[in-house]
């Protein structure tokens, strides 16, 4: 009886110190920041992008957050729209968030236009060509309510991860947090107030194209992550 108790002990001892060991190596022991520090999205986001201009303009859909967290949640956030003579509106926003861990997380457009009412739809996975080879992972989706339809383009990056769903943004954190660090991360979002017709995601992606290319060099890892931005240079 007394060598059960014993072996049982260890077992148990040993499973409990296993535990112990994942978990101490879950907890991050370093931060990868992309943003240089003291650089604001305002500044470094110039007001004209190519054939568009930006007019102050209220009424955009703003990232969800959750009371008192959202100045942990987002460092910094940005909107604006664009105008152009020959060109679509274009809504940009952009929330920076200094950590990204499981209670501090950016929220994904789909979550966003959701809480606001917003049906959305047609969202899916898509590459945004920058250069010869050179490829954004992005996603597109719709949405729609009463009095508005918004066709949208947006992507994610935490750390120098760029995922395009909630599956990959979690995969994305769980696996910094096993190299032993906790990341940045910034949702950049475009839209227009148009349903999804013909040319419409052409000229999100040529506004897209002409905001990663007037970002100053030494930002665009905060954009876009470091090995894209080298690739760019």
């Not at 839209?191 to 000229?203: I, K, Y």
């Amino acid at each position: 009886m007394k060598n059960g108790l014993n072996r049982r002990d260890v077992l148990l001892g040993g499973a409990l110190l296993t535990g112990a060991g994942g978990a101490a190596a879950l907890v991050p022991r370093g931060r990868l920041v992309l943003m240089p520090k003291g650089h604001e999205l305002e500044a470094i986001v110039p007001k004209k992008l190519g054939g568009w201009t930006y007019v102050p303009t209220p009424g955009i859909v703003m990232p969800r957050t959750d009371g008192t967290l959202s100045a942990k949640l987002y460092g910094d956030v940005l909107s604006r729209v664009y105008v152009s003579e020959s060109r679509l509106p274009v809504i940009l926003v952009m929330a920076y968030g200094p950590v990204q861990n499981d209670l501090l997380q950016l929220h994904r457009p789909e979550v966003c236009y959701s809480a606001v009412g917003f049906q959305v739809s047609g969202t899916t996975p898509a590459k945004l060509p920058l250069a010869a080879g050179v490829e954004l992972p992005i996603r597109e989706l719709v949405a729609e309510s009463d009095r508005r339809v918004e066709t949208i383009t947006y992507w994610t990056r935490v750390g120098d991860d760029l995922p395009t769903n909630g599956t990959e943004q979690r995969i994305a954190k769980l696996k910094q947090q096993w190299a032993g660090y906790v990341a940045d991360g910034i949702l950049v979002r475009m839209s227009c107030a148009v349903p999804p017709e013909p040319g419409v995601r052409d000229q999100l992606a040529e506004f897209a194209r002409e905001l990663v290319k007037a970002v100053p060099a030494v930002d665009l890892p905060a954009l876009v992550g470091r090995p894209l931005a080298a690739r760019l240079a």
